[in-house]
């Protein structure tokens, strides 16, 4: 069974630039959630999609958005980059909204350089 | 404050020592509790889950809630160098929560 697949896994941005990343959950799957990775903050949440609408946001600026699409796969953007927007980009997939009780299965992430 | 804190570390122990793993939070809605486990350039993996207060055991890991407390912990028992990793505890709040909140998460390293 696949797993939680992350693309790219690394990525190199320059300031302003603005990236895209990708997360296909785990067949049957239907809730996408998206976490950011960094050594002083931890894994902060990012947002959930559920059937292709956001059920949760977290504290980031609007820079920050996603989307989902009918096959549950999901896209994050960020745009106007910032260096503080280096991070691991963290996706999980679970069978429903409201799975953060059940736990996450997490991608290996990608991994974003902003200079 | 974080909601969640948790000692980055890092914990250095020595092989067969008992490992206590500690988080505290002050969101008293948090009903799910979580330990992950991720190793270094890894994806974080669940390790352990139980729900609202006391004691889960799953072969040399245990993990208990004292929810009056707001206290959570992580015991490994009889450590092993394959358990160097990052501990990250996580929760959420009642049924249909849509977000887990970590803590920064402990680096421990069992040295043989």
């Known amino acids: 069974k696949a797993g939680v697949t992350q693309t790219p896994r690394y990525l190199i941005k320059t300031r302003g630039q603005q990236v895209t990343l990708s997360c296909s959950p785990i067949?049957?799957?239907?809730?996408v959630s998206w976490y950011q990775q960094t050594p002083g903050q931890g894994l902060q949440f990012l947002f959930e999609?559920?059937?292709?609408?956001?059920?949760n946001k977290g504290n980031f600026p609007g820079r920050f958005s996603g989307r989902q699409f009918s096959n549950s796969r999901s896209e994050m953007n960020v745009s106007t980059l910032e260096l503080g927007d280096s991070a691991l980009y963290l996706c999980?997939?679970?069978?429903?909204?409201?799975?953060?009780?059940?736990?996450?299965?997490f991608g290996s992430g990608t991994r974003l350089t902003v200079v | 404050q974080k909601e969640v804190e948790q000692d980055p570390g890092p914990l250095s122990v020595p092989e067969g020592a008992i490992v206590s793993l500690n988080c505290t939070y002050s969101n008293s809605a948090f009903q799910y509790f979580m330990w992950y486990r991720q190793y270094s350039r890894k994806d974080p993996e669940l390790l352990m889950y139980t729900y609202s207060s006391g004691n889960k055991e799953d072969g040399r890991f245990t993990a208990q809630v004292d929810k009056s407390s707001k206290y959570i912990s992580l015991f490994i028992r009889d450590s092993q160098p394959s358990d160097s990793a990052t501990y990250l505890c996580a929760m959420s709040g009642p049924w249909g929560a849509q977000k887990l909140v970590f803590g920064q998460g402990t680096r421990l390293t069992i040295n043989p």
């Open positions: 067949s049957g799957h239907r809730s």
């Open positions: 999980a997939s679970s069978l429903g909204t409201g799975a953060a009780n059940y736990g996450y299965t």
């Open positions: 999609y559920f059937s292709e609408t956001q059920r």
